[in-house]
C-alpha cells in the first residue's frame, strides 16, 4: 500500500492546456513592421532630398517698373528681403521705379535671402555751359566734356562779338537738357559793313574804297565784256548795297570792253526791215527823219557802216529819205 501510494505521488502532472486566449488580436508580424519603417525611411529621405534641392528656394518675383514699395511688398510676400537699393540714370525707365534686381526675376534664390535693387533717376541731364565769345571749336569741345553735342552753327552779324566767336546757344546757358542733346550754335559774322558799289571804277580806286569799309579784295582770273572800259571794275559780289561782315572778302571782275559786233549793212532797206535787222544783231536803232523823210520808209544811210564793228548793245542811228 506504501508502495502504491508512493507510485501516485511520482506520478508526473499532465502538461498545460493551451491556456485562455488573448482578447486584442494578433500581434502584427515582423515584415510588416519592416516595410512600414521602409516607407518612412524612403519619404523621409524623400523629403529631406526636397528640401535640399528645392524647399529652401524661391523665385525672385518680377518687380521692374515698379515702386519701391510696391518692390518691397512683393519681395517679402515672396518671402525674401531687400538688399541693397542703388540708383542709376534711365532714358526708358520713369524716375522712381525700378530698372532692375539682382538677382533678376525668376531666378531661383534661398528663401529669406537678399535681392539688390536699381532704382532709375530717369533721364541724365546737363546743364548748358555759357559759350558767349567763346571760339567755335572750344565751344563744341566744351559741350562734349559736359556731355553735350554741338548742333547746327548758323551766322549772325554782332557789334560785340568778334568774328567766329559764339554769340549765343538754344537752349540758352544754364538750362538743364538731356544729356547726348545737341544744342544750336550762333557765331558771329563780325560787325556788319555795308558794302559800297565799286562798278566802273578803275581797280586801284576799287581796292581804296573796299579797304576803308573794312572789306578784303579779291580779283576774278577771267575778265569779261561789259560797257566799262577795258580794266575798270565791271561786276562785284557780294554786290552794292548788300551787308557783309567786317574782314569779308569782295570779289571784283574786270571788264575786257563792250563785245565788238559787225554791223550789218541795211542801207536801202525799209525802215521795219532795218530794224529787224539790226536789233537781231544786238543793236538798239534810232531814226533820223529830218523835214525830208517825215514821210519816206527807206533808209538812206547809218551811222555806223556795214561790216564795221560796234560794240554790242550800242546804238545805230539811220537816216530815212
Do not use: C
Given at each position: 500500500?506504501?508502495?502504491?501510494?508512493?507510485?501516485?505521488?511520482?506520478?508526473?502532472?499532465?502538461?498545460?492546456?493551451?491556456?485562455?486566449?488573448?482578447?486584442?488580436?494578433?500581434?502584427?508580424?515582423?515584415?510588416?513592421?519592416?516595410?512600414?519603417?521602409?516607407?518612412?525611411?524612403?519619404?523621409?529621405?524623400?523629403?529631406?532630398?526636397?528640401?535640399?534641392?528645392s524647399g529652401q528656394f524661391t523665385k525672385v518675383p518680377p518687380v521692374l517698373g515698379k515702386t519701391e514699395a510696391q518692390a518691397r511688398d512683393r519681395l517679402d510676400k515672396a518671402g525674401l528681403r531687400v538688399g541693397s537699393v542703388q540708383h542709376a540714370y534711365s532714358d526708358t525707365v520713369q524716375r522712381g521705379t525700378i530698372i532692375s534686381t539682382d538677382p533678376g526675376a525668376g531666378a531661383r534664390i534661398r528663401s529669406h535671402g537678399s535681392v539688390a535693387l536699381t532704382l532709375s533717376d530717369g533721364p541724365k541731364t546737363v546743364r548748358v555751359p555759357d559759350l558767349e565769345g567763346m571760339a567755335l571749336d572750344k565751344a563744341r569741345a566744351r559741350l562734349k566734356k559736359e556731355?553735350?553735342?554741338?548742333?547746327?552753327?548758323?551766322?549772325?552779324?554782332?557789334?560785340?562779338?568778334?568774328?567766329?566767336?559764339?554769340?549765343s546757344t538754344d537752349p540758352g546757358a544754364?538750362?538743364?537738357r538731356r544729356a547726348g542733346s545737341a544744342i544750336a550754335l550762333v557765331v558771329s559774322k563780325g560787325r556788319p559793313v555795308d558794302v559800297p558799289d565799286v562798278t566802273?571804277?578803275?581797280?586801284?580806286?576799287?581796292?581804296?574804297?573796299?579797304?576803308?569799309?573794312?572789306?578784303?579784295?579779291?580779283?576774278?582770273?577771267?575778265?569779261?565784256n561789259s560797257d566799262d572800259d577795258p580794266g575798270q571794275v565791271a561786276r562785284?559780289?557780294?554786290?552794292?548795297?548788300?551787308?557783309?561782315?567786317?574782314?569779308?572778302?569782295?570779289t571784283?571782275?574786270?571788264?575786257?570792253?563792250?563785245?565788238?559786233?559787225e554791223v550789218p549793212d541795211v542801207t536801202g532797206d525799209s525802215v521795219d526791215e532795218a530794224k529787224k535787222t539790226l536789233e537781231a544783231a544786238g543793236f538798239q536803232v534810232d531814226?533820223?527823219?529830218?523835214?525830208?523823210?517825215?514821210?519816206?520808209?527807206?533808209?538812206?544811210?547809218?551811222?555806223?557802216?556795214?561790216?564795221?564793228?560796234?560794240?554790242?548793245?550800242?546804238?545805230i542811228t539811220i537816216t530815212i529819205r
Open positions: 500500500a506504501a508502495l502504491h501510494r508512493t507510485s501516485r505521488l511520482e506520478t508526473p502532472p499532465p502538461p498545460p492546456g493551451p491556456g485562455p486566449r488573448r482578447t486584442g488580436g494578433r500581434r502584427p508580424g515582423r515584415g510588416v513592421l519592416t516595410l512600414v519603417a521602409a516607407v518612412l525611411l524612403v519619404l523621409g529621405v524623400g523629403g529631406g532630398v526636397w528640401y535640399i534641392n556731355g553735350l553735342e554741338p548742333g547746327m552753327v548758323s551766322r549772325a552779324f554782332s557789334e560785340d562779338v568778334a568774328k567766329g566767336a559764339v554769340i544754364g538750362i538743364d566802273g571804277e578803275d581797280l586801284d580806286q576799287a581796292k581804296s574804297d573796299l579797304a576803308d569799309a573794312g572789306l578784303e579784295v579779291k580779283v576774278a582770273a577771267e575778265r569779261v562785284q559780289s557780294p554786290g552794292a548795297g548788300g551787308r557783309a561782315a567786317e574782314g569779308d572778302t569782295v571784283l571782275t574786270l571788264s575786257k570792253g563792250p563785245e565788238m559786233v531814226e533820223d527823219r529830218g523835214l525830208l523823210g517825215l514821210f519816206g520808209d527807206t533808209v538812206k544811210k547809218q551811222s555806223v557802216d556795214g561790216g564795221d564793228r560796234a560794240p554790242k548793245g550800242s546804238t
